[in-house]
């Protein structure tokens, strides 16, 4: 069983930085894909960032130019860098990996880690 460890969440100001970490507890994975998700008090789960199969990243547009997702592959930890970060960020962070098994994905996720930011 794969479990994914979140860490780096907090209380920051605003203009402050936090950087998150996600690692999986295991080695060896196939991951297909992996991303920072967010959800605030009332509101649906958004995208923050993500990397595709391919490689490529995608940013939700509200933190495009603040936040930067990056990975250890070797580690198979995953981080998110928030910069310049804003009361409206104020939320739990989960970070998700899409794992193949044989011909089988999986979609795993984080416990989630709370992200506050004070005006």
């Known amino acids: 069983q794969v479990q994914l460890v979140e860490s780096g969440g907090g209380l920051v100001q605003a203009g402050g930085s936090l950087r998150l970490s996600c690692a999986a507890s295991?080695?060896?994975?196939?991951?297909?894909?992996m991303g920072w998700y967010r959800q605030a008090p009332g509101k649906q789960r958004e995208l923050v960032a993500r990397?595709?199969?391919?490689?490529?990243?995608n940013y939700g547009d509200s933190v495009k130019g603040r936040f930067t997702i990056s990975r250890d592959n070797a580690k198979n930890t995953m981080y998110l860098q928030m910069n310049s970060l804003k009361p409206e960020d104020t939320a739990v962070y989960y970070c998700?990996?899409?794992?193949?098994?044989?011909?089988?994905?999986?979609?795993?996720w984080g416990q989630g880690t709370q992200v506050t930011v004070s005006s």
């Open positions: 998700n990996f899409l794992i193949r098994f044989g011909a089988l994905e999986y979609d795993y």
């Open positions: 990397f595709s199969s391919s490689g490529r990243t």
């Open positions: 295991a080695t060896d994975l196939s991951i297909n894909s």
